[in-house]
């Protein structure tokens, strides 16, 4: 079995669409997505692109992507990438395609000067938590995500 890791284009906006809304489905959170797709592939592959993508494909057929973005460790001093998406089809979840995905970011991430790699999983999820942990990854328990969206966001903003 062949495992391929490549760069998105914009030709695979229609895949990386139907990526997100699988994993949105997978994570009970289909009711959330709202993107346009049209302004998805502007701010992942316009004139300031916001977001990476890599596309996982086993046999050369695409079965899973990860979206990733820079972020900034004040207390490093250096970038870190933070894995917005992870998704492996459920046919090919067993196939190794996972630990590809996330070791290509973990190369990207040394190759890049990068402190760390981070992500969040659901608190449910304790088959990609074990998963996770059984690659070296940590609970960072002592941390709360916390977010402003909605009204919310727009109230801020005009404070």
Not at 81 to 93: C, G, I, Q
Not at 121 to 135: E, K, R
Request: charged content about 25%; aromatic content about 10%; hydrophobic content about 45%.
């Amino acid at each position: 079995m062949t495992i391929a890791i490549r760069p998105a284009t914009s030709a695979d906006l229609p895949l990386i669409a139907q990526f997100i809304r699988d994993l949105a489905e997978y994570e009970k959170l289909a009711h959330e997505v709202r993107f346009d797709e049209t302004r998805l592939g502007e701010k992942l592959f316009g004139p300031r692109p916001y977001a990476e993508v890599v596309i996982g494909e086993i046999e050369s057929t695409p079965q899973g992507f990860a979206l990733f973005f820079h972020n900034f460790s004040t207390f490093e001093g250096r970038p870190g990438l933070y894995l917005e998406d992870l998704f492996v089809r459920p046919a090919a979840r067993g196939s190794g395609l996972g630990k590809a995905l996330l070791a290509h970011l973990a190369r990207l991430c040394v190759d890049r000067d990068c402190a760390r790699l981070e992500w969040s999983v659901l608190d449910w999820n304790a088959p990609a938590i074990g998963f996770y942990q059984s690659l070296g990854a940590r609970l960072m328990d002592e941390w709360t995500v916390m977010r402003v969206d909605g009204d919310a966001l727009t109230d801020l903003a005009a404070a």
